[in-house]
């Protein structure tokens, strides 16, 4: 095993989800030999636990529970590991529910869980970069939308050029000291406040 595998986990913060015997125990155990704080839950929460890698077990009989859980808000959603028996076909919707970083089937091997814990770590980290990416683009894209529209009022009511109305907005915003984007919400406000209408209408 690489050592630098094993930095990657020592200290991370782990939540396994998992009725209590054997397999919970051994889960636990090689968790810990990794070198990870692990904390123990069963039943199934109503929320995420605080920490950055979840294992949530997926028996049948805790389906409704599991559904719950993953349809419930959370600021951070932390990275997830399916674990299911061995050859549990109906276990397999839930799986694909989850939207799992990495599924692993018990009995489970202390080489198999860091072999699937590294790769299920590098394409979350992955998958979470691209979420926020998106998110970004989102909000410019949000913020473009409140300016071009905050341009059009300004020209309907002023009579003022595409370009002269841009550089109204970046002036208030200045002189306001806060961003372009705010300063266009605040005049689409004003607008729909004072219920203005284009001298044409």
């Known amino acids: ?46 929320a995420w636990p605080e920490a950055e890698i979840v ?11 599991i559904l719950a859980l993953l349809g419930a808000p959370a600021e951070r959603r932390p990275m997830l590991v ?12 839930l799986v694909l529910e989850s939207n799992a970083a990495a599924v692993i089937e018990q009995p489970i091997e202390p080489v198999g869980l860091l072999a699937n814990l590294a790769v299920a770590r590098g394409l979350w980290l992955e998958r979470e970069e691209a979420r926020r990416t998106i998110a970004r683009l989102e909000r ?13 009022i300004l020209m309907a009511f002023q009579g003022i050029s595409e370009e002269d109305a841009y550089q ?3 002036r208030q915003a200045m002189a306001k000291r806060m961003p372009m984007e705010d300063m266009a919400l605040t005049i689409i406000h004003a607008s729909e406040h004072l219920n203005y ?4 209408a």
């Open 197 to 200: 209408r284009p001298k044409d």
């Open 140 to 152: 410019k894209l949000g913020g473009v939308q409140k300016i071009q529209r905050a341009k059009n």
């Open 168 to 170: 109204s907005i970046r």
């Open 1 to 46: 095993m690489s050592i630098r595998i094993l930095h990657e986990f020592r200290g991370q913060r782990v939540g396994v989800i998992h009725p209590p015997g054997e397999p919970c125990t051994s889960l636990v155990g090689h968790l810990r030999g990794i070198g990870c704080t692990v904390e123990t839950i069963w039943p199934v929460p109503e």
């Open 82 to 93: 399916a674990v299911v028996g061995h050859e549990d076909a109906a276990a397999l919707p």
């Open 55 to 65: 294992f949530l077990a997926m028996p049948p009989e805790a389906k409704a529970a």
